[in-house]
């Protein structure tokens, strides 16, 4: 790790994933000042026959009301007024950071010399549907590097840690011998 190269904005990028956190949340104050007040719609005004055909409607579609409050029922003012149903949505994202490395092909590399690094949260990255996990990986632009191996330091081949490099191992079960001999 200590032999990656450092970029601003990344400083706590590992070779596991590192959350990063969004962004500050703008000035509230200074959003209430842009947000502008819709005009209400206008609201239509009920007569009183209105009002009990409405509510005999609503009776007749359960099957245990009773119409009687409908004729009975005797409504001595109708008040006016606009009521909202909200429903909030909400859609999150989380964007994570690591050093990934894979085995130099040839070409060109993109790194640091080649243009400025974006922030983590300057990245576009759009989902496929909102509303649905879904994960993506992106290369942060201009920050390849080519370093030497760390798993072979550059060799190209690495040491079997199973048999040592000698191309076989001892077998415990048989201990050598080819084959076990099994008892009833």
Known sequence: LELMDKVRGYETASFEDVTIPPPAEPDPQKLDSELQRCPLPNIPHF?????????????SSHCCYSQRPVRDMCITDIKHSIAFHYTLETFTEIRTTCWAFEPYTGGTIAGSNSGSVPGPWEILAFPPTYFK??????????TASLKTCHVCGGVGRKRCSTCSGKGSAYCFSCHGAGYRHITL
């Open 47 to 59: 007569s009183e026959k209105e009002v009990r055909d409405a509510l005999r409607k609503d009776i």
């Open 133 to 142: 996990n879904h994960s993506t990986q992106l290369e942060v632009p201009h």
